[in-house]
């Protein structure tokens, strides 16, 4: 039986100090497996965020243990955690969080420059053209509108071939019709790539587009539902 990907044991996080100090996880289990699409619902502050920030190794647990894909982040040090997510997590915000002064083709080359890889740039190319931004290389984010920022986060994210792809709130800052776009995006290259997709999502349309929706509330998985499942129990 084939591994799964995730595995989050336990997990464990109180953010903040004192009488701020707030329990975000509680004890938090979850199983996701390789190339499956899951998308994580719930209320603003139940912990949806925080848990992807866990995943992608941003946030330490207070205790627990994260595996990802054989690997025990929760053991890593600062420098080998930043290591693996490089080569194996990619990440994309609701906020694209794109360098100003530098243009798309830069944006999705740099962290491979980064990261050692002499093709950075050819790589960068690539990747903007299979996210349909052949033709806009050169333009800096504010020549760009909101879905072709997004599309080249997208492509920074996806250029080192990870294993998954984390994305919180990816159409949140977009028009219905861009968002739609974008989301498209996403759903094809995770097919074409077989990659893992965690989707936070305030949107249930888009939520039910993932092969399974998991519900959080005040910090626990309150359920898990195969979104087949849940088809075939309205038909």
Do not use: W
Not at 12 to 21: F, I, K, M, Q
Not at 75 to 89: C, I, K, L, T, W
Not at 214 to 219: A, E, H, L, N, T
């Amino acid at each position: 039986m084939t591994k799964p990907i995730i595995e989050l044991k336990k997990a464990d996080l109180t953010l903040g100090d004192g009488a701020s100090s707030v329990h975000v996880l509680k004890g938090m289990d979850l199983i996701v497996q390789r190339g499956e699409s899951v998308g994580i619902v719930g209320p603003s502050g139940s912990g949806k965020s925080t848990l992807l920030m866990v995943l992608a190794g941003l946030e330490r647990v207070d205790s627990g243990e994260i595996h990802i894909d054989g690997n025990p982040i929760h053991a890593m040090s600062e420098d080998q955690v930043a290591d693996f997510r490089g080569r194996n997590v990619g990440i994309v915000f609701q906020s694209f969080h794109l360098i100003p002064n530098m243009t798309a083709l830069e944006n999705v080359a740099v962290p491979l420059e980064l990261a050692g890889r002499s093709d950075a740039f050819a790589v960068a190319r690539d990747e903007l053209a299979a996210v349909g931004l052949a033709e806009r290389l050169t333009h800096y984010p504010g020549e760009l509108s909101g879905g072709e920022q997004q599309r080249v986060a997208i492509a920074r994210a996806l250029a080192p071939h990870p294993a998954m792809l984390i994305a919180d709130e990816p159409t949140g800052n977009l028009d219905t019709e861009t968002g739609k776009q974008i989301a498209d995006l996403l759903f094809k290259e995770q097919a074409d790539r077989g990659m893992t997709l965690l989707l936070v999502t305030h949107d249930h349309k888009l939520a039910a587009r993932c092969q399974r929706q998991v519900r959080v509330r005040s910090g626990e998985i309150l359920k898990e539902e195969n979104t087949d499942d849940k088809a075939a129990a309205v038909a």
